[in-house]
T-cell receptor
């Protein structure tokens, strides 16, 4: 299975600031995904990040709020912009392992916005 | 009605018990069914993967899919304290469509 490194693992941020979360994979993957996991809620897909094209956002998520970069096949970033307390959540990077075609997750970023 | 329903628990059982975790779903197009285990402050870890209906066994874990009832289950035999975690069901219609997750069931196995 793919090994996914995500950082930071946790952060406490002030309202109105932005945080960039990094996701590094140990092998080349076509599709990388960003999820949000709010307390007591299902994992919710934010967007799909494909190398060489703009990310595809799910309903309720917009690029201005969650800009995503995918500069190569092993790396992606998600920025949470102009944060508010409602953005406090766990953010997870995941990849489709090309060999098993199964979805694997990083360890997540626990974000708290004051 | 949500696409995937999962009782959040918490569920507390004694060590050695058989645990049954369940999800129901409404989308008859779902073909791929997964169970993830998530320890505190960790990302979800793929536990079981099943295509279409039937059973799949892996050690102490058995996944069952009943498409006619739109119901999936995960059984854990001889449960251990190390099984204490949140278990999330997930499903999709095809390999190219996003997974839809349940809210997760928090399980505690008491020694």
């Amino acid at each position: 299975s793919a090994v996914i490194s995500q950082k930071p693992s946790r952060d406490i941020c002030q309202r109105g600031t932005s945080l960039t979360i990094q996701c590094q994979v140990d092998s080349q993957v076509t599709m990388m995904f960003w999820y949000r996991q709010q307390p007591g809620q299902s994992l919710t897909l934010i967007a799909t990040a494909n190398q060489g094209s703009e990310a595809t956002y799910e309903s309720g998520f917009v690029i201005d709020k969650f800009p995503i970069s995918r500069p190569n096949l092993t790396f992606s970033t998600l920025t949470v912009s102009n944060m508010s307390p409602e953005d406090s959540s766990i953010y997870l990077c995941s990849v489709d392992d090309p060999l098993s075609e199964k979805l694997f997750f990083g360890s997540g970023t626990q974000l708290s916005v004051l | 009605q949500k696409e995937v329903e999962q009782d959040p628990g918490p569920l507390s059982v004694p060590e050695g018990a058989i645990v049954s975790l369940n999800c129901t779903y409404s989308n008859s197009a779902f073909q791929y069914f997964m169970w993830y285990r998530q320890y505190s402050r960790k990302g979800p870890e793929l536990l079981m993967y099943t295509y279409s209906s039937g059973n799949k066994e892996d050690g102490r874990f058995t996944a069952q899919v009943d498409k006619s009832s739109k119901y999936i289950s995960l059984f854990i035999r001889d449960s251990q304290p190390s099984d204490s975690a949140t278990y999330l069901c997930a499903m999709s219609a095809s390999g190219n469509t996003p997974l839809v997750f349940g809210k997760g069931t928090r399980l505690s196995v008491i020694a």
